[in-house]
T-cell receptor, first 112, second 114 residues
Framework: SQTIHQWPATLVQPVGSPLSLECTVEGTSNPNLYWYRQAAGRGLQLLFYSVGIGQISSEVPQNLSASRPQDRQFILSSKKLLLSDSGFYLC???????????FGNGTRLTVT | GESVGLHLPTLSVQEGDNSIINCAYSNSASDYFIWYKQESGKGPQFIIDIRSNMDKRQGQRVTVLLNKTVKHLSLQIAATQPGDSAVYFCAENIRGGATNKLIFGTGTLLAVQP
């Protein structure tokens, strides 16, 4: 069966520090991969998605970037974190168009 | 960017009553829709989906209705239980060229009173 791993679960980082959040999927090949961010008490904002290795679509121009170095690995990065980057970051995958997204357990990022 | 929305609207129901959660979607070309349930501190969990060639789909205690004319989606939960308390999101699938993305609505907090 397919599983998604996202880590770390929580992270506290100072302003100006770099960020790297990793997400991996097991049990499937060539998944569509997604990064979402959720502010407290709010909806999910799509940040990036990828339909294949090296293919990244950016939804919101901001202080973050994404990479897909391997088929089932999706990384969210920042060179210098801002206070506004705080939030709940969710990775998700699906194996084909018009199928549900399956979410990881999320990373709670607090920038201080 | 896509909708992130305002602070969550709340629906409060009594245990055992039926709940109806509504959602308006934005893109008339959207061809696939999903309802998710999110409990505090966790990732969203799939509940039910529906394709644009359907008007209604039923699952266990849940029904999704799609009205493409007015771009409206609803989730009906029968005999609501305390364990149904959570935030519920609708999502629409937007496709076109290389685009294949799922955009979420603002969410509704369902509070079930015992």
């Amino acid at each position: 069966s397919q599983t998604i791993h996202q880590w770390p679960a929580t992270l506290v980082q100072p302003v100006g520090s770099p960020l790297s959040l990793e997400c991996t999927v097991e049990g499937t090949s060539n998944p569509n991969l997604y990064w979402y961010r959720q502010a407290a008490g709010r909806g999910l904002q799509l940040l990036f998605y990828s339909v294949g290795i090296g293919q990244i679509s950016s939804e919101v121009p901001q202080n973050l970037s994404a990479s897909r170095p391997q088929d089932r690995q999706f990384i969210l990065s920042s060179k210098k974190l801002l206070l506004s980057d705080s939030g709940f970051y969710l990775c998700a995958w699906r194996d084909r168009i018009n199928s549900p997204l399956h979410f990881g357990n999320g990373t709670r990022l607090t920038v201080t | 960017g896509e909708s992130v929305g305002l602070h969550l609207p709340t629906l409060s129901v009594q245990e055992g009553d039926n709940s109806i959660i509504n959602c308006a979607y934005s893109n008339s070309a959207s061809d696939y829709f999903i309802w998710y349930k999110q409990e505090s501190g966790k990732g969203p969990q799939f509940i039910i989906d529906i394709r644009s060639n359907m008007d209604k789909r039923q699952g266990q205690r849940v029904t999704v209705l799609l009205n493409k004319t007015v771009k409206h989606l609803s989730l009906q939960i029968a005999a609501t239980q305390p364990g149904d308390s959570a935030v519920y999101f609708c999502a629409e699938n937007i496709r076109g060229g290389a685009t294949n993305k799922l955009i979420f609505g603002t969410g509704t907090l369902l509070a079930v009173q015992p």
